[in-house]
């Protein structure tokens, strides 16, 4: 299975969240996130989470998913804050994987960095007491800011770098 042979599955009128061989697709500039509900049949326990923003990377973990004949990942083609605050329960996690989430560490992209507090409010919601938070990152100042937003999200957080 190639990445090319998924195709997106709906126009920008017809957009609204969709689940499909397995991946949940969540649209930007989309208002009833919350008439949609939250993900029911999700079990921490069966699925793995991916959460790319852009098409072509989820085409292709779908495509290697597909080849490697994996049944327990749901891929989320979405922003992960509208990801995590509408679709995800109230202390769902235990554990979270964060790989390398700014892949432009330059400042003038520091506005748009996933770790800040918006975001870790949602994430203290969504995880169980004393969850562990495992974030892999290749920019000294960018983990040094992560820190720092994990010290004054005023959770105890776990955190390994």
Known sequence: MKPKNLQFPFSWDERRPLIFENILFVPQYYMNHREWGFVNWYSPQVFKNQLPIHFERVRKIWSKMRNLNLTNILIVCGEALTFTKNYVADVSFQK?????????????HASNRLLQEPFLTELSKKSKPQSEIIVAADHLDY????????YQSGRLWIFLF
Do not use: R
């Not at 979270?96 to 003038?108: Q, S």
């Not at 983990?143 to 994990?150: D, E, G, N, P, R």
């Open 96 to 108: 979270v994987y964060i790989n390398f989430p700014d892949l432009w560490p330059k400042e003038k």
């Open 143 to 150: 983990i040094k800011q992560i820190i720092s937003a994990l």
